[in-house]
């Protein structure tokens, strides 16, 4: 996955959202946002019996679509691309990518008139493909994950935030640092 394809896909869906609420606008309860993310994955994966280290990181983005019911709990919908991964292990070409939509729980505590910090707790559905050399598998499944993260509000409908989560895809540990941009309408 090239690093441009997040900004091509967020910066369209935030423009129309400008255009849409004016800065004096005061802020209501929904807020779309789009982020991207570094995924990085460090852990062992069993290959035809023999455990191969997989260690490395990729580009993806996040999509998020929520709705705070008041100042210190949301729910959102979102849709994570976790990037595109490939290394050599044994003298093989490995390759991994997975993308995943995502309903979670958010507690968030104010700090101040411009911080907040936040927790998340969500169930993720994901699918992706692992391959090695030119042999391709699909996989998928459910499961949960939890992160945290900063909020800093630039005015009353925007705001710019730093989110960490873990994900547990099948028995891979998954952590996903992000950067991201949320406006409120």
Known sequence: MKIDKPFRVAFPLLLVASLVCSPDTQAGNFYI???VNRSHV????DIDGTDVLLDGD?????????YAFNDFFAAELTHTDFGD???SALGLALSAEADGQELAIVGRMPLGERFAIFGRLGYLSWDGDVGIDAVTAGISGNDLSIGAGLEFALG???????NGTRYRLDDLDLAVLGFGIRFRF
């Open 33 to 35: 946002g789009a982020d």
């Open 42 to 45: 460090d852990d062992t994966a």
């Open 58 to 66: 990729a580009t993806g983005m996040r999509l998020t679509f929520g």
């Open 85 to 87: 991964l490939e290394q």
């Open 156 to 162: 009353e409908n925007l705001s710019l935030s730093m």
